[in-house]
Every structure is written in structure tokens, then in C-alpha cells.
């Protein structure tokens, strides 16, 4: 079944690189698709059923816009302390806890806090704490630090993912 | 549409520029990083997107929007290797830094030292 599932995907992604339903092309996407969905599917994520399933991939189109509203203000954030006289900067690396347990779920969200405001994960640890360094620490309290950065992210993503 | 796109185009290259600004002003390795990643992503996605549109051929938009897919993926990804790369060799933190909770867990044993000592 995940083999498949990955079979199709990587299909899906040729069919749109190549732009072309020529039967050549297409003989050639099926066989390139069947030799990597054969030799990494054990390296791919395991939360394939993410694909399938419609409520995912609806809780996944809304977290566009919200992700992307929230990216957008993290760039007008920085950009205004890099281009700011006096450089408003007040960084650290504070700890962050996540409740997710899959990986691709922590995946996201470590990206997610990456791209959004003045946030950038340098590490997590097993027991679930993510290293965080902010470049304007306001609370140095993990709990408050969790419900500034990771709470707003982590509700979406535990739809998607877990 | 077109000018829509050139529209795009103008203001991913605004948050490029902006980020290499950053890149430059920004005291250490971890700032830096903040600036490069959010704004040079974001910027180039912009770029990708303004593409897309000014060509408005199925082929091209098709191959901008799996590259900004990619780029929203791979970036913050190496973003975070290069930051615990750093933190791990021993680069330390911008001396006006507030709070460094992840030194209790770090693991900045430097290996080669090791074996030469032995």
C-alpha cells in the first residue's frame, strides 16, 4: 500500500516536471517511479496515509494560508530589524515543548517555527523539547515560550499528521 | 496577469535584497541564519510565483511551482543543520544574548581533539 501510494506521488511529480503525455515519457515516469517507490520507500516518511485521506488534506489547505499569512509577517519582522538604525535584537536560544509523536508531524512543525517570526530550531531532543534561538526573546519560560511559538502551529499539524 | 507576475517578480527580489542586508548586519551565525532562511525563502518563492504567472505556459508555472514546493521544504531543513553544525563545533552565541538553554544539552565534545590526545 505505501509503495504504492509513493509510486503514485513521484508519478504525479513527473507528469508535471516533464509536461508531457508523450508515450515515452510517460513509459520512462512509470519505470522511475516503480524503482524509487521499491528501493526508499523505507526511507520515506511513514505517515503515508496522510495522502489518502480527504480530512488531512483538508486541514492541509488551510494551513496554506494561515502558514503563509504567518510567513509573510515573520519577513516584515525581520526585514525591519535588519534595515532598523539601531538593530532592535535581542537573541537567544529558549526550549520549546511539542505534545506531536510522529516524526513527519515534528518535521513540520520545526520547519514551520524555522520560516515564521524570528524563530529558528537548532535542535529537539527525544523526550520532545525543540531547541529554539529567537532573535527577540520575550519569555525565557518554556511554557510561555511553547504558547508564543509552537501553540498556534500545533494545532493544525496534529490534524494533518497525527 | 502579466503585470500581476512583474509585480511578484519586483517585490521577491525587495526581500532578497533585504535578506542579504540582514546577512550582513546581523552579528553571529544564528542571526544570520534567521535573515537568510525567512527572507531569501520567502523572496524566492515570490520570484518563483511572479514567474508562473508572466509565462503563463503550463510547462514552466508547473516546474516554478514544484521548485518553490522544494525550496519550502529543503531550506528551513538546512537552515537547522547549519545551526546545530555550528552550535555543535563550538560557535558560540552573539555576546548580548539573553538566555542559551540549549547549552545544558549540547553535546560540543569535539572528537578529533580526543584522538589526539590519546
Not at chain 2, 27 to 50: E, H, M, W
Not at chain 2, 90 to 96: I, M, P, R, T
Amino acid at each position: 500500500m505505501r509503495r504504492v501510494i509513493y509510486m503514485v506521488a513521484a508519478f504525479v511529480v513527473w507528469l508535471l516536471l516533464t509536461w508531457s503525455l508523450d508515450i515515452q515519457v510517460v513509459i520512462a515516469g512509470v519505470a522511475a517511479s516503480v524503482v524509487v517507490a521499491l528501493l526508499f520507500h523505507e526511507m520515506l516518511p511513514k505517515e503515508h496515509h496522510v495522502f489518502i485521506s480527504p480530512v488531512r488534506i483538508f486541514w492541509f489547505l488551510v494551513y496554506i494560508p494561515v502558514f503563509f499569512y504567518y510567513m509573510v509577517k515573520a519577513n516584515l519582522d525581520v526585514v525591519y530589524r535588519a534595515l532598523h538604525p539601531d538593530m532592535p535584537i535581542r537573541p537567544g536560544i529558549v526550549k520549546v515543548k511539542t505534545n506531536l509523536k510522529t516524526e513527519s508531524g515534528i518535521t513540520a512543525l520545526a520547519n514551520s517555527i524555522t520560516l515564521t517570526p524570528g524563530t529558528l530550531t537548532v535542535d529537539l531532543t527525544e523526550d520532545g523539547f525543540l531547541y529554539v534561538h529567537w532573535i527577540y526573546v520575550k519569555h525565557e519560560d518554556v511554557e510561555q515560550a511553547t504558547q508564543d511559538i509552537a501553540a498556534k502551529f500545533e494545532w493544525y499539524i496534529k490534524r494533518i499528521f497525527e | 496577469m502579466t503585470e500581476t507576475g512583474y509585480f511578484f517578480i519586483v517585490l521577491g527580489i525587495l526581500f532578497d535584497i533585504c535578506g542579504c542586508i540582514g546577512l550582513v548586519r546581523f552579528p553571529d551565525v544564528y542571526n544570520r541564519l534567521q535573515a537568510s532562511t525567512k527572507c531569501v525563502t520567502l523572496g524566492t518563492i515570490f520570484l518563483l510565483f511572479g514567474v508562473a504567472m508572466v509565462s503563463a505556459s503550463g510547462a514552466i508555472s508547473a516546474k516554478a511551482i514544484i521548485c518553490a514546493a522544494f525550496l519550502l521544504l529543503t531550506s528551513p531543513t538546512a537552515a537547522h543543520a547549519i545551526a546545530k553544525g555550528a552550535y555543535v563545533s563550538g560557535v558560540k552565541l552573539w555576546e548580548n544574548s539573553v538566555v542559551d538553554k540549549y547549552s545544558e544539552v549540547a553535546d560540543t565534545t569535539d572528537d578529533s581533539k580526543t584522538d589526539k590526545g590519546e
